[in-house]
């Protein structure tokens, strides 16, 4: 099943319900359509500081969401490199779709990737901005 018919299922009332508690960004939740890229040193079940290291350019964006893995959403992040989006970490295939829910520049998270040393989560950088 991908996440067009999952949603259609009251997961897009799930993703609402996950997010409820982030207050200062503003959350645009869509599905989108992500390939894999390759990248060198990725490491497993460290999404966010993969999808940091594969940050290049002005075009690229630092994608935070959801990844449906057996209808489990789990939160993930990855690339959209100009209009395109890319899993550095997992492979698209092996699941059931990917919800963005923000995107951010280089020099948007950089001030958390500075004070912290490692790439933020949904959670992480929402608490970041609200002080």
């Not at 996950?18 to 490491?43: F, S, Y």
């Amino acid at each position: 099943m991908k996440t067009r018919e999952l949603l259609e299922n009251d997961f897009s009332s799930m993703v609402k319900m996950m997010t409820q508690g982030i207050r200062h960004i503003n959350l645009d939740p869509k599905e989108v359509e992500v390939a894999h890229r390759k990248l060198a040193g990725a490491q497993k079940k460290q999404c966010f500081n993969n999808a940091f290291k594969a940050l290049h350019g002005p075009n690229t964006k630092y994608v935070l969401g959801y990844v449906f893995f057996h209808n489990i959403p789990i939160e993930h992040a990855w690339i959209k490199d100009g209009d395109e989006y890319f899993d550095v970490t997992l492979n698209p295939e092996d699941q059931q779709g990917y919800v963005s829910v923000i995107e951010f520049s280089l020099d948007e998270i950089m001030p958390y990737v500075n004070k912290f040393h490692s790439a933020p989560s949904l959670y992480d950088i929402n608490r970041f901005l609200g002080k």
